[in-house]
């Protein structure tokens, strides 16, 4: 029985997250090439929707989230009052291209995490 399998019956969500993590460091410990998780967040939680090999795929996926976001903020905005000036910040910071270069905290905002091998060596040698 491995580390993760102890946890099913336990604590299901931690299961799913032991088996993500370990199924990340086998991939990366396969390849030299890094792997990208792609997800969105905001101020009080974290979303990975997918985890590519691929730089151009996982941009693509990016895209896609930060359309939906600006889509869902629109609608949002026809539906209820908010803020004009705060609508305008969400939508200029949600209009940046460079994932690594976006910053729309405390809302909703997609992102990429480059995963090497560098990256998980260095996680546990801390």
């Not at 691929?54 to 949002?76: F, Q």
């Not at 905005?77 to 209009?95: P, Q």
């Amino acid at each position: 029985m491995d580390k993760c399998e102890e946890l099913f019956e336990k604590n299901y969500p931690e299961y799913r997250r032991c088996k993500f993590f370990d199924t990340i460091d086998r991939l990366v410990r396969k390849k030299i090439k890094p792997i990208f998780v792609v997800g969105w967040q905001d101020a009080e939680s974290t979303f990975i929707d997918s985890v590519w090999d691929d730089l151009d795929l996982a941009l693509k996926r990016w895209n896609e989230i930060r359309n939906s976001i600006i889509a869902d903020w629109k609608e949002l905005a026809t539906r209820t009052d908010i803020d004009e000036e705060t609508y305008k910040r969400v939508l200029k910071n949600l209009s940046e291209i460079d994932p690594f270069k976006m910053d729309n905290y405390p809302f909703d905002e997609p992102f990429i995490i480059v995963l090497g091998l560098n990256d998980i060596n260095h996680k546990f040698d801390e």
